[in-house]
Protein backbone atom coordinates (compact mmCIF):
# COMPACT_ATOMS: atom_id res chain seq x y z
CA UNK A 1 0.00 0.00 0.00
CA UNK A 2 0.80 3.49 -0.74
CA UNK A 3 1.51 5.20 2.48
CA UNK A 4 0.36 9.29 2.09
CA UNK A 5 4.09 10.10 2.89
CA UNK A 6 5.07 8.56 -0.44
CA UNK A 7 2.48 9.84 -2.48
CA UNK A 8 2.23 13.06 -0.50
CA UNK A 9 2.67 15.22 -3.71
CA UNK A 10 -0.23 13.60 -5.47
CA UNK A 11 -2.30 13.38 -2.55
CA UNK A 12 -1.71 16.41 -1.69
CA UNK A 13 -1.88 18.78 -4.62
CA UNK A 14 -4.95 16.66 -5.43
CA UNK A 15 -6.87 17.62 -1.91
CA UNK A 16 -5.17 21.84 -2.25
CA UNK A 17 -7.44 21.86 -5.47
CA UNK A 18 -10.80 19.87 -3.38
CA UNK A 19 -10.31 22.43 -0.71
CA UNK A 20 -9.98 25.24 -3.55
CA UNK A 21 -13.21 24.34 -5.06
CA UNK A 22 -15.14 23.35 -1.86
CA UNK A 23 -14.72 26.50 -0.43
CA UNK A 24 -15.34 28.80 -3.53
CA UNK A 25 -18.51 26.62 -3.86
CA UNK A 26 -19.45 27.52 -0.29
CA UNK A 27 -18.51 30.82 -0.45
CA UNK A 28 -20.61 31.54 -3.13
CA UNK A 29 -23.53 29.71 -2.22
CA UNK A 30 -23.46 32.03 0.84
CA UNK A 31 -22.68 34.75 -0.93
CA UNK A 32 -25.59 34.28 -3.38
CA UNK A 33 -28.35 34.25 -0.41
CA UNK A 34 -27.23 37.58 0.56
CA UNK A 35 -27.59 38.86 -2.69
CA UNK A 36 -29.63 42.48 -2.26
CA UNK A 37 -30.01 41.79 1.11
CA UNK A 38 -26.61 42.69 3.09
CA UNK A 39 -26.71 44.80 5.66
CA UNK A 40 -23.53 47.53 6.28
CA UNK A 41 -22.11 49.10 3.19
CA UNK A 42 -18.69 51.02 3.40
CA UNK A 43 -16.34 52.45 1.71
CA UNK A 44 -12.74 52.03 1.75
CA UNK A 45 -9.78 53.84 -0.05
CA UNK A 46 -12.18 56.06 -2.12
CA UNK A 47 -16.39 56.73 -2.84
CA UNK A 48 -15.95 54.50 -5.13
CA UNK A 49 -13.90 51.52 -3.51
CA UNK A 50 -17.20 49.37 -1.39
CA UNK A 51 -17.19 46.62 1.10
CA UNK A 52 -19.93 45.16 2.66
CA UNK A 53 -19.87 42.50 5.72
CA UNK A 54 -20.30 40.10 3.06
CA UNK A 55 -17.29 40.55 1.56
CA UNK A 56 -15.79 40.04 5.24
CA UNK A 57 -18.15 37.19 6.05
CA UNK A 58 -17.41 34.99 2.59
CA UNK A 59 -13.50 35.66 3.45
CA UNK A 60 -13.70 34.59 6.79
CA UNK A 61 -15.39 31.37 6.06
CA UNK A 62 -12.71 30.29 3.31
CA UNK A 63 -9.61 31.19 5.94
CA UNK A 64 -11.13 29.14 8.16
CA UNK A 65 -11.73 26.63 5.87
CA UNK A 66 -8.78 26.55 4.06
CA UNK A 67 -6.45 26.47 7.46
CA UNK A 68 -8.56 23.76 8.82
CA UNK A 69 -7.61 21.85 6.44
CA UNK A 70 -3.76 23.22 6.27
CA UNK A 71 -3.09 24.77 9.38
CA UNK A 72 0.52 25.69 8.42
CA UNK A 73 -0.25 27.42 5.40
CA UNK A 74 -0.42 31.19 4.65
CA UNK A 75 -3.08 33.51 3.78
CA UNK A 76 -3.89 36.78 2.26
CA UNK A 77 -7.25 37.72 1.82
CA UNK A 78 -8.00 41.36 0.72
CA UNK A 79 -10.31 41.64 3.43
CA UNK A 80 -7.64 41.20 5.81
CA UNK A 81 -4.84 44.04 4.02
CA UNK A 82 -5.49 48.21 4.79
CA UNK A 83 -6.83 49.91 1.59
CA UNK A 84 -4.31 51.14 -1.02
CA UNK A 85 -1.74 50.11 -3.20
CA UNK A 86 1.13 50.13 -1.06
CA UNK A 87 -0.50 48.42 2.19
CA UNK A 88 -1.43 45.73 -0.68
CA UNK A 89 2.22 45.62 -2.20
CA UNK A 90 3.60 45.59 1.55
CA UNK A 91 1.20 42.42 2.20
CA UNK A 92 1.90 40.64 -0.79
CA UNK A 93 5.75 41.05 -0.20
CA UNK A 94 5.77 39.82 3.27
CA UNK A 95 4.25 36.73 2.39
CA UNK A 96 5.58 36.05 -0.77
CA UNK A 97 8.64 33.60 0.06
CA UNK A 98 6.49 31.56 2.37
CA UNK A 99 6.36 27.99 0.87
CA UNK A 100 2.11 27.59 0.23
CA UNK A 101 0.57 30.87 0.25
CA UNK A 102 -3.54 30.90 -0.28
CA UNK A 103 -4.51 34.22 -2.11
CA UNK A 104 -8.25 35.00 -2.10
CA UNK A 105 -10.71 37.92 -2.95
CA UNK A 106 -14.24 36.95 -1.57
CA UNK A 107 -15.95 38.96 -3.67
CA UNK A 108 -14.67 39.88 -6.71
CA UNK A 109 -17.22 42.93 -8.29
CA UNK A 110 -18.44 43.86 -5.14
CA UNK A 111 -20.15 47.25 -6.40
CA UNK A 112 -22.13 44.59 -8.85
CA UNK A 113 -22.73 42.16 -5.69
CA UNK A 114 -24.31 45.77 -4.03
CA UNK A 115 -26.20 46.61 -7.07
CA UNK A 116 -27.53 43.30 -7.97
CA UNK A 117 -25.94 43.50 -11.41
CA UNK A 118 -24.98 39.58 -12.15
CA UNK A 119 -21.36 39.74 -12.50
CA UNK A 120 -19.53 38.65 -9.75
CA UNK A 121 -17.22 35.70 -8.35
CA UNK A 122 -15.00 34.67 -5.55
CA UNK A 123 -11.22 34.25 -6.61
CA UNK A 124 -9.11 31.67 -4.90
CA UNK A 125 -5.19 31.11 -5.92
CA UNK A 126 -2.36 28.81 -3.85
CA UNK A 127 1.03 29.69 -5.05
CA UNK A 128 3.69 27.63 -4.05
CA UNK A 129 6.82 29.15 -3.70
CA UNK A 130 4.96 32.49 -5.41
CA UNK A 131 3.87 30.47 -8.37
CA UNK A 132 0.44 29.77 -8.66
CA UNK A 133 -0.19 26.14 -8.87
CA UNK A 134 -4.08 25.99 -8.41
CA UNK A 135 -6.93 28.42 -9.58
CA UNK A 136 -10.57 28.61 -8.99
CA UNK A 137 -12.67 31.14 -9.71
CA UNK A 138 -16.51 30.53 -8.96
CA UNK A 139 -19.54 32.55 -10.33
CA UNK A 140 -21.91 31.76 -8.21
CA UNK A 141 -24.90 33.17 -10.19
CA UNK A 142 -24.05 31.06 -13.52
CA UNK A 143 -23.06 28.57 -10.71
CA UNK A 144 -19.97 27.94 -13.34
CA UNK A 145 -16.91 27.37 -11.64
CA UNK A 146 -13.51 27.99 -13.70
CA UNK A 147 -10.49 25.73 -12.59
CA UNK A 148 -6.98 25.45 -13.47
CA UNK A 149 -4.14 23.39 -11.70
CA UNK A 150 -0.42 24.38 -13.20
CA UNK A 151 0.17 21.96 -16.14
CA UNK A 152 -2.40 19.96 -16.31
CA UNK A 153 -5.24 22.62 -18.34
CA UNK A 154 -8.30 24.43 -17.07
CA UNK A 155 -11.67 23.70 -17.31
CA UNK A 156 -15.14 24.95 -16.71
CA UNK A 157 -18.25 22.67 -15.76
CA UNK A 158 -15.44 19.81 -15.99
CA UNK A 159 -14.53 21.08 -19.95
CA UNK A 160 -11.23 21.92 -21.14
CA UNK A 161 -11.24 25.51 -21.81
CA UNK A 162 -9.10 26.99 -24.76
CA UNK A 163 -8.65 30.43 -25.71
CA UNK A 164 -10.37 32.46 -28.83
CA UNK A 165 -9.08 32.26 -31.96
CA UNK A 166 -9.32 35.79 -33.39
CA UNK A 167 -5.48 37.00 -34.50
CA UNK A 168 -5.47 40.42 -34.94
CA UNK A 169 -6.79 43.41 -32.35
CA UNK A 170 -9.16 44.66 -34.84
CA UNK A 171 -11.64 41.22 -34.77
CA UNK A 172 -11.35 41.09 -30.52
CA UNK A 173 -13.51 41.52 -27.92
CA UNK A 174 -11.57 42.84 -25.01
CA UNK A 175 -12.40 44.26 -21.21
CA UNK A 176 -10.83 46.33 -19.36
CA UNK A 177 -12.33 47.84 -15.79
CA UNK A 178 -12.58 51.16 -14.14
CA UNK A 179 -10.22 51.61 -10.95
CA UNK A 180 -11.17 52.84 -7.85
CA UNK A 181 -7.87 54.42 -7.53
CA UNK A 182 -8.67 57.74 -8.89
CA UNK A 183 -5.38 59.13 -8.63
CA UNK A 184 -3.39 56.91 -11.08
CA UNK A 185 -4.77 54.07 -12.25
CA UNK A 186 -7.98 55.57 -13.56
CA UNK A 187 -6.46 58.42 -15.43
CA UNK A 188 -3.80 55.75 -16.54
CA UNK A 189 -6.79 53.68 -17.71
CA UNK A 190 -8.87 55.92 -19.68
CA UNK A 191 -5.91 56.73 -21.86
CA UNK A 192 -5.84 53.05 -22.94
CA UNK A 193 -9.75 52.82 -23.22
CA UNK A 194 -9.35 55.93 -25.65
CA UNK A 195 -6.98 54.34 -27.74
CA UNK A 196 -7.75 51.14 -27.67
CA UNK A 197 -11.78 51.81 -28.56
CA UNK A 198 -11.13 52.58 -32.04
CA UNK A 199 -8.76 49.51 -32.97
CA UNK A 200 -10.80 46.55 -31.51
CA UNK A 201 -14.02 45.02 -32.07
CA UNK A 202 -15.57 46.51 -29.18
CA UNK A 203 -14.85 46.79 -25.55
CA UNK A 204 -16.61 45.28 -22.27
CA UNK A 205 -16.28 46.61 -18.87
CA UNK A 206 -18.07 43.91 -16.55
CA UNK A 207 -16.94 45.15 -13.06
CA UNK A 208 -14.80 41.95 -11.97
CA UNK A 209 -11.29 41.35 -13.02
CA UNK A 210 -11.04 37.61 -11.83
CA UNK A 211 -14.31 37.02 -14.81
CA UNK A 212 -12.95 39.29 -16.84
CA UNK A 213 -9.92 36.70 -17.22
CA UNK A 214 -11.55 33.77 -16.43
CA UNK A 215 -13.46 34.80 -19.68
CA UNK A 216 -10.46 34.96 -21.39
CA UNK A 217 -9.32 31.41 -20.97
CA UNK A 218 -12.92 30.17 -21.71
CA UNK A 219 -12.45 32.26 -24.85
CA UNK A 220 -15.69 34.68 -24.33
CA UNK A 221 -12.94 37.58 -24.72
CA UNK A 222 -10.53 38.19 -26.65
CA UNK A 223 -8.25 40.05 -23.82
CA UNK A 224 -8.25 42.11 -21.00
CA UNK A 225 -6.57 44.65 -19.40
CA UNK A 226 -6.62 47.12 -16.50
CA UNK A 227 -4.28 49.43 -14.33
CA UNK A 228 -4.08 48.97 -10.81
CA UNK A 229 -5.28 45.65 -9.87
CA UNK A 230 -3.94 43.51 -6.90
CA UNK A 231 -2.15 40.37 -6.28
CA UNK A 232 -6.11 38.84 -5.41
CA UNK A 233 -7.72 39.74 -8.64
CA UNK A 234 -5.34 38.43 -10.79
CA UNK A 235 -3.57 35.23 -9.23
CA UNK A 236 -6.36 32.29 -9.91
CA UNK A 237 -7.23 34.20 -13.39
CA UNK A 238 -3.60 34.20 -13.98
CA UNK A 239 -3.78 30.41 -14.26
CA UNK A 240 -6.79 29.81 -15.85
CA UNK A 241 -5.40 31.99 -18.96
CA UNK A 242 -1.76 30.68 -18.87
CA UNK A 243 -3.57 27.09 -18.92
CA UNK A 244 -5.96 27.40 -21.45
CA UNK A 245 -3.12 28.64 -23.99
CA UNK A 246 -3.29 32.24 -23.43
CA UNK A 247 -0.69 34.83 -22.74
CA UNK A 248 -0.61 37.04 -19.01
CA UNK A 249 2.03 39.96 -19.29
CA UNK A 250 1.73 43.22 -17.34
CA UNK A 251 0.87 46.18 -19.55
CA UNK A 252 4.03 46.89 -20.96
CA UNK A 253 4.73 42.50 -21.78
CA UNK A 254 7.03 41.73 -18.78
CA UNK A 255 5.86 38.45 -18.03
CA UNK A 256 3.38 38.04 -15.36
CA UNK A 257 3.84 37.23 -11.49
CA UNK A 258 2.19 38.06 -7.82
CA UNK A 259 3.40 41.56 -7.68
CA UNK A 260 1.62 42.46 -11.06
CA UNK A 261 -0.73 45.29 -10.25
CA UNK A 262 -1.12 46.45 -14.38
CA UNK A 263 -2.15 43.37 -16.32
CA UNK A 264 -2.48 42.23 -19.83
CA UNK A 265 -4.31 39.22 -20.49
CA UNK A 266 -4.84 37.78 -23.69
CA UNK A 267 -5.78 34.82 -26.05
CA UNK A 268 -1.70 35.34 -26.19
CA UNK A 269 -2.38 35.86 -31.25
CA UNK A 270 -3.41 39.45 -30.11
CA UNK A 271 -1.14 39.75 -27.03
CA UNK A 272 1.76 41.92 -28.82
CA UNK A 273 -0.75 44.20 -30.81
CA UNK A 274 -2.54 44.60 -27.28
CA UNK A 275 0.54 46.08 -25.58
CA UNK A 276 2.01 48.00 -28.19
CA UNK A 277 -1.01 49.61 -28.51
CA UNK A 278 -1.14 50.50 -24.73
CA UNK A 279 2.52 51.28 -24.49
CA UNK A 280 1.83 53.78 -27.83
CA UNK A 281 -0.81 55.45 -25.57
CA UNK A 282 1.77 55.82 -22.55
CA UNK A 283 -1.14 54.02 -20.96
CA UNK A 284 0.99 51.26 -19.99
CA UNK A 285 2.40 52.17 -16.77
C1 LIG B 1 -12.55 45.29 -8.29
C2 LIG B 1 -13.06 44.61 -9.53
C3 LIG B 1 -13.21 45.62 -10.66
C4 LIG B 1 -11.92 46.35 -10.95
C5 LIG B 1 -11.38 46.98 -9.69
C6 LIG B 1 -11.23 45.93 -8.59
P1 LIG B 1 -13.41 44.35 -5.92
O1 LIG B 1 -12.41 44.38 -7.22
O2 LIG B 1 -12.20 43.59 -9.95
O3 LIG B 1 -13.58 44.99 -11.86
O4 LIG B 1 -12.14 47.32 -11.93
O5 LIG B 1 -10.15 47.55 -10.00
O6 LIG B 1 -10.75 46.55 -7.42
O7 LIG B 1 -13.17 45.63 -5.17
O8 LIG B 1 -14.78 44.23 -6.41
O9 LIG B 1 -12.90 43.17 -5.19
CA1 LIG C 1 -11.12 42.46 -6.47
CA1 LIG D 1 -13.05 42.04 -3.32
Redesign the pocket.
Known amino acids: MVSDQQDGAIIGRKSFTAVAINCAAKAGEWIKTKLGNYEKLDTKMSAQ ?3 TEV ?1 KGSEKLIKRLILTHFPDHSFLG ?1 EGVEPGPEASAKALESKLQDEYLWIV ?1 P ?7 VHGFPF ?1 VVSIALAYRGEVIVGVVYDPLKDELFLAEKGKGAYVHGKRMSVSPEDTLGSGLVAT ?5 QQY ?1 LPLNMKGLQALAPQVRNIR ?6 L ?1 MAYVAAGRLSGFW ?1 I ?3 S ?2 LAAGSLLVQESGGQVTDTSGRPYHLGVRNVAASNGHIHGELVDALTKAEAAE
Open positions: DLVDEDIDGTTNFFGFPADASGGSAAHEGLNWD
